[in-house]
């Protein structure tokens, strides 16, 4: 009988999100990021892409590196039960698992292929993904509808996509920063709002507003931001982290 096995890392991902906090809780919900996987190793090598252009979406298999640490436990709390009810975490996606191993299918937007010159780099640019920088891949394979879409599948407790009715607005100070950095980051302004909608708070705390300034990280940018009524989410300030002086 196996027990164990080693795996490998075969690429690495670059990510708007810097830190757990405010990143989707599913692929495909967030469109507006955009990101790469930088293969690496034996695997940064073309003919391990040769085909997989064809695809628009891949399958990542990936190793919950920020949690890891953390080990694991036999019953979890999944968020869309609102964070009080314990279920066992192989009926959830939970990265406290036996193993810390993720998947999620996401968009493949491009193959770049960078010459010798360039370092011979494979890249695979992605977008609709919950990764975190630096995500270690495992695997990746392409996403076959005709075998992965299961038209009628059951799904339980999360058989819908959650929704919610917040509308997201801008300070004038904000909206001038997003401005500023419109050609670097045109769609960083859908961005906010697309990880606002989905209140990224602890989940004990969905559907109820608060008064606190939460602060989050996307690109290279710090973001404050606070409910106001209900309903509301008001971008107080966007700010670049500039490099520090040397
Ligand atoms: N689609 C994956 C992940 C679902 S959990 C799966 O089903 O296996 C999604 C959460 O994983 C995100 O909200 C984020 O907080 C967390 N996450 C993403 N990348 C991570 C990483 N490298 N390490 C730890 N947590 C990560």
Redo the contacts with the bound molecule.
């Keep these: 009988m196996i027990d164990s096995i080693k795996v490998n890392v075969i690429g690495t991902v670059d990510s708007p999100y810097k830190e ?1 906090f405010a ?5 495909g919900i967030v469109t507006a990021a955009q990101g790469q996987i930088r293969l690496t190793g034996t695997a940064n090598n073309a003919e391990l892409v040769r085909g997989l252009a064809q695809f628009s979406h891949i399958w990542l298999i ?7 640490a953390q080990g694991w436990k036999p019953l979890v709390r999944p968020p869309r039960l609102g964070g009080n009810k314990k279920l066992g975490v192989l009926a959830t ?3 406290f698992r036996p193993n810390p191993i ?3 299918v996401v968009k493949l937007d491009e193959i770049e292929l960078q010459a010798e010159h360039q370092g011979s780099q494979v890249i695979l640019h992605i977008s609709e993904f ?3 920088d ?2 270690p891949i495992v695997d990746i394979k392409p996403y076959v509808p005709y075998a992965d879409i299961i038209a009628d599948a059951q799904g339980g407790y999360a058989h819908q996509q959650p929704t919610n009715d917040l509308s997201i607005i801008f300070t004038a100070a904000a909206v001038t920063v997003i401005d500023e950095y419109s050609s670097s980051y045109p769609k960083l302004r859908q961005l906010i709002e697309q990880v606002l909608s989905q209140d990224p708070r602890p989940a004990y705390k969905q559907k109820h507003a608060d008064n606190k300034i939460y602060g989050m990280s996307l690109y290279e940018f710090n973001i404050q931001w606070q409910f106001d009524g209900s309903h509301t989410i008001r971008v107080i300030s966007v700010e670049i982290n500039k490099p520090s002086p040397v």
């Design positions: 757990k990143i989707p809780r599913q692929p990936f190793v919950f590196h920020g949690t890891q996606r939970s990265t993720g998947m999620s919950d990764l975190l630096g995500t």
